[in-house]
């Protein structure tokens, strides 16, 4: 595992082994999170591998709107949420398997838009672990498990808050399916 600072340098060595299909830990507004490009066969296997999860259910980072639009359909009342709430914790489902949000996280964002296209943002742990908040815990977390992420980007601590609010919308309602920094409203 190999630990980068979050300078230009480190996003650089960073989006190298997100292109290659790799697997890295970076943070986000919430929380440091283990990602690779959302729509990599192997790298969902290898992030399920290194969580010892088998849920492929995750959130994804964007870079923008127009990045989450390119990839995934935001209309109506979706397209209205990501543009009052982005960036900022609100992540929308946008598929059974898939839920997106733009972080205010300039790094996560940076990432997503030098690898072109959103990253998988699990919880950077193991399955059924608690949020780490510095690169420093996920080392601890993952340094003796057989399955390790590739390269570890250390942004010092995050101050440590609750997750994303995690929201459905079905025709014109709104249902949280998770309550964390803010309450949505249509």
Known sequence: MKVVKSDQSGISQAVKI????????????????????????????????????????????????????????LSGTNLKLAKKYWPGPLSIVVNGRFAVRVPANSIARRLALRAGRPLIATSANLSGGKNLYSAKAVIAEFQNQKYQPQLVIDAGNLPKIKPSTLVKVEGSQLEVIRIGLIKPKI
């Open 18 to 73: 997100l292109k290659q299909g790799g697997v890295i830990v970076y943070p986000t507004d919430t929380a440091y999170a283990l990602g690779g490009l959302f729509d990599s066969k192997r790298v969902t296997k290898n992030i399920l591998r290194i969580k010892n999860r088998k849920d492929e259910k995750f959130t994804l980072i964007a870079s923008s709107v127009n990045q989450a639009k390119t990839f995934f359909k």
